[in-house]
């Protein structure tokens, strides 16, 4: 799964499937408690690495990919879980 915005991350196969898995979860997570919502994130997380899969963020200097781990990968779980399909940008 890659981190960033635009093109490559979006038609990445690895942010695809993220992106169908949290669209498959977000019913049941919209109706969780705040305490319930954090526990049931990392189940998404876990279902990345269980499939091999794993999260990365491009280091502007350098221009290469680096893996985050842990919290930094249940927050971009979190945020796909809350995002509304189709939603449009602000501008």
Same mark, same amino acid.
């Given at each position: 799964?890659?981190? %960033?915005? %635009?093109?490559?991350?979006?038609?990445?196969? %690895?942010?695809? /499937?993220? @992106? /169908?898995?949290? &669209?498959?979860?977000?019913? &049941?997570?919209?109706? +969780?408690?705040? /305490?319930?919502?954090?526990?049931?994130?990392?189940? +998404?997380?876990?279902?990345?690495? &269980?499939?091999?899969? @794993?999260?990365?963020?491009?280091?502007? &200097?350098?221009?290469?990919?680096?893996?985050?781990?842990?919290?930094?990968? @249940?927050?971009?779980?979190? /945020?796909? +879980?809350?995002?509304?399909? %189709? @939603?449009?940008?602000?501008?």
């Amino acid at each position: 799964v890659l981190g %960033g915005k %635009g093109g490559q991350s979006i038609h990445h196969p %690895g942010n695809i /499937q993220f @992106r /169908q898995w949290a &669209e498959e979860m977000k019913p &049941e997570y919209s109706q +969780l408690s705040k /305490q319930e919502k954090t526990p049931y994130s990392w189940k +998404l997380v876990h279902k990345v690495w &269980e499939k091999g899969g @794993r999260f990365l963020e491009k280091d502007d &200097e350098s221009g290469k990919y680096y893996v985050i781990f842990d919290k930094d990968a @249940r927050l971009k779980a979190s /945020q796909a +879980l809350r995002e509304e399909k %189709g @939603r449009k940008k602000k501008k």
